[in-house]
């Protein structure tokens, strides 16, 4: 199902795919990312992943390698030589393979990119039905977490300690003590029977899911705000946290720091726009 990946344009059996050892985003981290989920064969909200992705690759100074309508080709060229049906595209641009490795922006090289698609996971019954587990950690992370870079280690560290935690997700929170986002998801709170989520800023990824759940929030004129600062004290008194990402979709939390949230079931809110994301056109 999902054994061929994409090299630099070319379809190649996924174990036998390779990538030299100087490439730049072996080394040092230096490119960026996409996951996209694909439903049914088609790529979900693809138009606004490959928007992020320029964004990304000009943010760090990559030529985007391909044109808008070359991207839409080869990752659906990929989704059907993998099947199609139900999974997730995960797709990755780094700087390239220069002879030698040294700090200092090689001149001349050409991005790398690789593509390829895992079986998507979406949530299971039991976390739809009981919510999920969070903790907090303080945020480590670089100051430009807007950039969907592939230095992800400060995430990789907070979500094994979550899980260390038998926890889903570690909550990252600022110096200031508010809330900023997920390990590798953004967050909704309804507090005081306001829907809130932290605003837009370089320290929090401009999630795809993030926008669409903002998107179903109006749709259903359900009342919404984006706030430069969410305590976590205002998070610790929720009624309701949400996280959400194109893996994970929209998932209630319904423990924080081992202490319940809310009355400790997903919430009403939260089943009426998971509700409502259900009939969202997923092309
Ligand atoms: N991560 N914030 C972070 C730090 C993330 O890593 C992600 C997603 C999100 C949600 O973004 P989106 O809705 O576009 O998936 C927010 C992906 C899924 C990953 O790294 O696997």
């Not at 780094?94 to 390829?116: K, S």
Request: with cysteine; hydrophobic share 45%; proline share 6%.
């Amino acid at each position: 199902m999902t054994d061929t990946a994409l090299i630099n344009g070319s379809f190649v059996a996924a174990e036998q795919a390779s990538i030299s050892i100087f490439d730049r985003g072996f080394l040092f981290a230096d490119s960026v990312y996409e996951v996209v989920p694909v439903y049914a064969g088609r790529p979900f909200r693809l138009e606004a992943h490959l928007s992020r992705l320029a964004d990304s690759l000009a943010a760090v100074g990559i030529d985007n390698p391909h044109q808008h309508g070359d991207w839409v080709r080869l990752l659906n060229d990929l989704i059907n030589v993998n099947g199609g049906g139900d999974q997730s595209v995960y797709l990755q641009v780094t700087r390239g393979a220069p002879a030698r490795r040294e700090h200092r922006l090689p001149q001349d090289v050409d991005p790398n990119i690789v593509a390829f698609c895992q079986a998507r996971r979406p949530p299971p019954p039991a976390t739809l039905a009981d919510g999920v587990a969070a903790v907090t950690r303080r945020d480590t992370r670089w100051a430009r977490c807007h950039i969907k870079s592939t230095s992800l280690l400060a995430n990789v560290l907070a979500a094994a300690e979550a899980h260390a935690e038998e926890a889903t997700e570690a909550l990252f929170i600022d110096e200031a003590d508010g809330v900023v986002e997920g390990s590798s998801s953004n967050i909704f709170a309804v507090v005081d029977g306001r829907v809130l989520t932290p605003a837009l800023r370089p320290a929090i990824l401009p999630g795809i899911t993030r926008g669409v759940v903002l998107d179903v929030l109006a749709a259903n004129d359900i009342a919404h705000h984006m706030v430069d600062h969410l305590p976590l004290t205002a998070l610790r008194r929720a009624d309701e946290i949400w996280i959400c990402s194109s893996s994970r979709e929209i998932m209630p939390v319904t423990q924080l720091d081992g202490v319940t949230v809310g009355n400790g079931r997903p919430g009403d809110v939260w089943a009426k726009v998971y509700g409502a994301l259900q009939e969202v056109d997923h092309e």
